[in-house]
């Protein structure tokens, strides 16, 4: 135990003096922060400039120019109000379409009648929905002409418009609508622990295999206090470090919480439950995926080899990865019901049910008994495959063949 605590101690200055480590945690904390700090300065008056009715002729966000037709220019000011843009208004076609192609206007339009047009626009982009905008304002148009004609004036025809619907939302299960930002971020966060610290661990490994600095260690620290010092170090390195970045972003919310008026509660208001869930299943799996990459980096003496050597396990995740994103759109699917006690893709899997869908207790449970038990299976292996693998140099060693000779000793 004595050995194993200097390990760990000695590892966790090795982090903490890291300039980098530090500054990209000082520096992730401030863009946290700043994310939900800043724009609180805006909020109060984006919501007094929306309070104000704003015309077309201060609005000069965007400009369009148009060729209205004869039968809609004595009401063009009524027509033009009901799409919030500025308008420009041309003679004929041909000089609104030399106005759109010296770029006097975004776009142009040529009423023909009310119920046919044109759109005119020099380049074209994915996220041009001017066209779809004009056609709803001129459905509007030919709704409000009819009803006129049916007898009703403009103030009865706004009351229509404008009539209140109340409901309210009865949710027996879970809202995945509520809970899916905040899902989706925390399953982020645990990707880049264990990717990111699972390197670092495998490299740090391998940098002293390398350097001959093992062959110091090995003779006065047992191979298991080594081992199981370097990864758990690793561990509480990432999780501190993911608690200060977002642990800054939930105190900086809980102080600016009035000014957003609950806008940010679908990424801050995480019931306990699920907060249980995530620590408990996202710590075992990183410990788990820790212990391989901590084995995987005694098995090679260059770190040139750690990435072909390492790629296996990062596919592995990266499929338990995939999963859960997929299971985010149905977490009750077949397929995320067996991954949620597959050891390797738990983690993801059971978190989602548990924030997103409807999971019994005994099965979190089981779930949780299985993932920690190959926690438990893959860090003595770890152990042994260390023990190994660090006197052994040249051509990096399948784990296969590991294995085998550690049965044969």
């Not at 041309?90 to 009310?114: C, I, Q, R, T």
């Not at 779809?132 to 006129?148: A, D, G, I, R, V």
């Not at 299976?377 to 051509?395: D, E, H, M, P």
């Amino acid at each position: 135990m004595k050995q194993f605590l200097t390990v760990l101690r000695f590892e966790l200055n090795t982090y903490f003096k890291n300039k980098s480590f530090l500054i990209t945690t000082f520096i992730l904390m401030i863009v946290i922060v700043g994310s939900v700090v800043v724009p609180t300065f805006f909020i109060n008056q984006k919501n007094d400039e929306a309070i104000v009715d704003v015309s077309n002729d201060t609005l000069d966000a965007t400009t369009l120019g148009i060729v209205l037709s004869e039968d809609i220019t004595k009401n063009k000011d009524s027509f033009l109000q009901m799409t919030p843009v500025h308008w420009k208004q041309y003679p004929s076609k041909e000089v609104l379409s030399n106005a759109v192609k010296n770029e006097d206007v975004v776009a142009g339009f040529v009423l023909h009648n009310l119920k046919e047009y044109s759109y005119i626009v020099n380049n074209r982009s994915l996220s041009d929905d001017w066209s779809l905008m004009f056609e709803n304002s001129l459905k509007k148009w030919n709704k409000k002409m009819y009803l006129m004609e049916q007898g009703l004036n403009e103030q009865q025809i706004m009351q229509l418009d404008q009539v209140n619907i109340k409901h309210d939302e009865i949710v027996l299960g879970k809202d995945s609508v509520q809970s899916f930002g905040y899902t989706y971020v925390l399953i982020f966060a645990i990707y880049f622990l264990i990717l990111f610290y699972g390197q670092m661990i495998a490299v740090s490994i391998t940098n002293e295999k390398s350097n001959r600095a093992i062959e110091i260690l090995v003779t006065s620290v047992h191979p298991n206090s080594l081992i199981f010092g370097k990864v758990l170090a690793g561990a509480i390195a990432g999780l501190i470090q993911m608690t200060l970045i977002l642990g800054s972003g939930f105190i900086a919310y809980a102080l600016v919480e009035n000014k957003w008026n609950g806008q940010l509660d679908f990424l801050f208001n995480i019931p306990g439950n699920v907060w249980i869930t995530y620590i408990a299943f996202g710590l075992f799996s990183y410990l788990l995926y820790s212990f391989i990459f901590g084995a995987l980096g005694a098995l090679v003496s260059k770190t040139e080899d750690i990435s072909k050597s390492s790629m296996p396990v990062m596919l592995i995740y990266i499929v338990s990865f995939l999963i859960g994103i997929y299971g985010l759109q149905n977490s009750d699917t077949i397929l995320m019901k067996i991954a949620s006690f597959i050891p390797f893709t738990s983690g993801n899997a059971m978190f989602i049910r548990v924030s997103m869908g409807n999971v019994v207790l005994w099965e979190i449970l089981i779930s949780f008994g299985l993932l920690v038990v190959t926690c438990i299976f893959i860090g003595i292996l770890a152990a042994k495959l260390f023990r190994f693998g660090t006197l052994n140099y040249g051509n990096p060693i399948r784990i296969r063949s590991a294995i085998k000779n550690i049965k044969n000793q």
